[in-house]
T-cell receptor, first 112, second 115 residues
Framework: DAKTTQPTSMDCAEGRAANLPCNHS???????VYWYRQIHSQGPQYIIH???NNETNEMASLIITEDRKSSTLILPHATLRDTAVYYC?????????????FGKGTHLIIQP | DGGITQSPKYLFRKEGQNVTLSCEQN?????MYWYRQDPGQGLRLIYY???????QKGDIAEGYSVSREKKESFPLTVTSAQKNPTAFYLC??????????????FGPGTRLLVL
């Protein structure tokens, strides 16, 4: 699986959009980009994933650059409950059928 | 409610003792996984199972064992051979279909402490 690079931590004001970047310059053509988040002392929660096109769901939007070497997770109206560690994962392994590799992620802190 | 349950929430182990962590899911998922998380670190894969009666080693399987006798259950045993077992253990499951089509759903975790 391709390696990802994320900032260690980020701050965002409550009510504003939180934009979390991820670099995956060695991504291959059949690898998807996944985002999970983990609130302190809980299990990770799936947010969104994509291959080439931008994706949006009820939680977030995923913007993938045309060369697929980087992506941005957007939380449109951040709340205090969005404070968590956000993991960007690149994988072609059956969408997780044989496990995902989680790095250290980005600790997003939403400020009141 | 559908979901994944792990028990206990906290578990204490004495030196040289085997302990078993429970993971149950009622999501009718085929695949199940065990991860370990150390403080300030990401998750590392211990074992995974894509189907009943079959399982594979992950990145850090040494000192651990699993079984998959039922679709709903994937217990993890931390053996005395695991020299540094203190960690947060997370179980997950997924439907296990086509690449990129599935996501993993995680349980609440078990925190194991060695006395």
């Amino acid at each position: 699986d391709a390696k990802t690079t994320q900032p260690t931590s980020m701050d965002c004001a409550e009510g504003r959009a939180a934009n979390l970047p991820c670099n995956h310059s060695t991504i291959s053509g059949n690898e998807y980009v996944y985002w999970y988040r983990q609130i302190h002392s809980q299990g990770p929660q799936y947010i969104i994933h994509g291959l080439k096109n931008n994706e949006t769901n009820e939680m977030a939007s995923l913007i993938i650059t045309e060369d697929r070497k980087s992506s941005t997770l957007i939380l449109p109206h951040a709340t205090l409950r969005d404070t968590a560690v956000y993991y960007c994962i690149v994988s072609n392994r059956g969408g997780g059928a044989d496990g995902l590799t989680f790095g250290k992620g980005t600790h997003l802190i939403i400020q009141p | 409610d559908g979901g994944i349950t792990q028990s206990p929430k906290y578990l204490f182990r004495k030196e040289g003792q085997n302990v078993t962590l429970s993971c149950e899911q009622n999501l009718n998922h085929d695949a199940m996984y065990w991860y370990r998380q150390d403080p300030g670190q990401g998750l590392r894969l211990i074992y995974y199972s894509q189907i009943v009666n079959d399982f594979q080693k992950g990145d850090i399987a040494e000192g651990y064992s699993v079984s998959r006798e039922k679709k709903e259950s994937f217990p993890l045993t931390v053996t005395s051979a695991q020299k540094n077992p203190t960690a947060f253990y997370l179980c997950a499951s997924s439907i296990n279909r086509l690449a990129g089509k599935e996501t993993q759903y995680f349980g609440p975790g078990t925190r194991l402490l060695v006395l």
